[in-house]
């Protein structure tokens, strides 16, 4: 299959071969590197662009109820002020066409983030990746969902809760109505071509919906197509200049989307029909997730006192990165479909947050 890519310095479209991960142009020698996006590449995964047709060689994802069995994992230690736990999930799909370099790292940072910033105890960190030897442990379907039903379980108030999930994002067609765009957001197990993709429909039943008052719940997802991946009911629309309104997201067929009185907030990758970048370009040492990266560079750099000095400063960081010395693969529908050609160029995403209630986002305190 022939694949093009766009010069990162003077745009003439250059001829990419099989394999390679950087091109130098002929004409002005600038050197574009490539960088994978985190979603599912063409053709069997995407939705075709002209009639929107389920993904084929997929089983279906249609909707499940929350996990409510029991789990192998031991719960969190108490706490007087209040439990921390989490849930981090990185997946490579190691030794698959859609192997990510990344993830791994993703979830071994985040997991240093919250144990040495934010003082989770490690004892109360559910690690799940391909690495772990306890088959228990591994980002299968399964094993994401009894994971998630694990954060809440118990949930009382006072208790901080995290999910991080590093991996590959996809979309399939909403069919009970309750999406303004008309399509699910997913994320993907490590075994999705067997077990099938777990929608944003069963996440927000279960980690959402049953958050009692004065319980708090953080999403990070790093992944494309993840803008609204907890189905929360309000957007934040940040400008490049900070300006911000709340979006109202709210299904319009009257499904309660929010909590029992928690607050949850969801930091994700990308917009809904974006996607996002595994990447050098930003490290400049090894794989990660660019999302994942400027979440933790904003911390670690203190520019996360509030919301919005935190989401910002994550959009100029990508936003200021030389992405197209890390271009991404974009996989253009038409184009197959017309050329049999896969179209590479320049990945752009914008980090979005997404809250249960809107609020000011540059008054409310930062924590997790």
């Given at each position: 299959?022939?694949?093009?890519?766009?010069?990162?310095?003077?745009?003439?479209?250059?001829n990419l071969p099989p394999g390679a991960t950087t091109i130098r142009c002929a004409i002005c020698h600038a050197i574009?590197?490539?960088?994978?996006?985190?979603?599912?590449?063409a053709p069997h995964f995407y939705y075709n662009n002209i009639n929107h047709s389920t993904p084929q060689h997929l089983p279906p994802s249609s909707h499940c109820a929350p996990y409510s069995g029991s789990v192998p994992w031991a719960p969190a230690p108490p706490n007087p002020q209040g439990r921390k736990k989490a849930v981090i999930c990185g997946i490579s799909y190691k030794g698959s066409q859609f192997e990510l370099k990344g993830c791994l790292n993703d979830a071994k940072c985040m997991k240093y983030l919250l144990m040495n910033r934010f003082g989770f105890p490690e004892q109360s960190i559910l690690m799940l990746t391909e690495e772990e030897a306890d088959p228990s442990k591994r980002p299968t379907k399964k094993n994401i969902r009894m994971a998630l039903h694990w954060l809440v379980l118990d949930c009382q108030a006072g208790d901080s809760l995290v999910f991080h999930y590093s991996g590959h994002g996809s979309q399939q067609q909403d069919e009970n109505g309750d999406e303004v765009d008309g399509f699910d957001e997913t994320i993907l197990p490590m075994d999705f071509e067997e077990e099938g993709m777990i929608l944003d429909d069963e996440i927000n039943d279960t980690i959402v919906r049953p958050l009692p008052r004065?319980?708090?719940?953080?999403?990070?997802?790093?992944?494309?197509?993840?803008g609204t991946v907890l189905d929360l009911p309000y957007l934040c629309r940040m400008t490049a200049s900070g300006q911000y309104k709340w979006e109202d997201h709210r299904p319009k067929n009257g499904q309660n989307k929010g909590t029992s009185g928690g607050e949850v907030f969801c930091f994700s990758g990308?917009?809904?029909?974006?996607?996002?970048?595994?990447?050098?370009?930003?490290?400049?040492?090894?794989?990660?997730g660019a999302m994942t990266?400027?979440?933790?560079?904003?911390?670690?750099?203190?520019?996360?006192?509030?919301?919005?000095i935190l989401l910002n400063s994550m959009k100029a960081t990508i936003r200021h990165t030389n992405l197209l010395d890390g271009a991404g693969r974009v996989t253009s529908i038409l184009a197959l479909l017309l050329n049999g050609r896969t179209v590479l160029q320049g990945l752009k995403q914008e980090p979005q947050l997404t809250s249960s209630e809107p609020f000011d986002v540059y008054t409310k305190p930062f924590s997790l």
């Amino acid at each position: 299959m022939q694949m093009l890519i766009d010069c990162s310095n003077c745009r003439r479209t250059l001829n990419l071969p099989p394999g390679a991960t950087t091109i130098r142009c002929a004409i002005c020698h600038a050197i574009t590197h490539v960088a994978e996006p985190r979603s599912i590449p063409a053709p069997h995964f995407y939705y075709n662009n002209i009639n929107h047709s389920t993904p084929q060689h997929l089983p279906p994802s249609s909707h499940c109820a929350p996990y409510s069995g029991s789990v192998p994992w031991a719960p969190a230690p108490p706490n007087p002020q209040g439990r921390k736990k989490a849930v981090i999930c990185g997946i490579s799909y190691k030794g698959s066409q859609f192997e990510l370099k990344g993830c791994l790292n993703d979830a071994k940072c985040m997991k240093y983030l919250l144990m040495n910033r934010f003082g989770f105890p490690e004892q109360s960190i559910l690690m799940l990746t391909e690495e772990e030897a306890d088959p228990s442990k591994r980002p299968t379907k399964k094993n994401i969902r009894m994971a998630l039903h694990w954060l809440v379980l118990d949930c009382q108030a006072g208790d901080s809760l995290v999910f991080h999930y590093s991996g590959h994002g996809s979309q399939q067609q909403d069919e009970n109505g309750d999406e303004v765009d008309g399509f699910d957001e997913t994320i993907l197990p490590m075994d999705f071509e067997e077990e099938g993709m777990i929608l944003d429909d069963e996440i927000n039943d279960t980690i959402v919906r049953p958050l009692p008052r004065g319980a708090k719940l953080h999403a990070i997802v790093d992944a494309c197509h993840s803008g609204t991946v907890l189905d929360l009911p309000y957007l934040c629309r940040m400008t490049a200049s900070g300006q911000y309104k709340w979006e109202d997201h709210r299904p319009k067929n009257g499904q309660n989307k929010g909590t029992s009185g928690g607050e949850v907030f969801c930091f994700s990758g990308c917009d809904d029909n974006q996607t996002s970048a595994d990447t050098v370009a930003l490290s400049k040492v090894t794989s990660t997730g660019a999302m994942t990266f400027s979440f933790i560079q904003a911390v670690e750099e203190g520019q996360a006192s509030t919301y919005g000095i935190l989401l910002n400063s994550m959009k100029a960081t990508i936003r200021h990165t030389n992405l197209l010395d890390g271009a991404g693969r974009v996989t253009s529908i038409l184009a197959l479909l017309l050329n049999g050609r896969t179209v590479l160029q320049g990945l752009k995403q914008e980090p979005q947050l997404t809250s249960s209630e809107p609020f000011d986002v540059y008054t409310k305190p930062f924590s997790l």
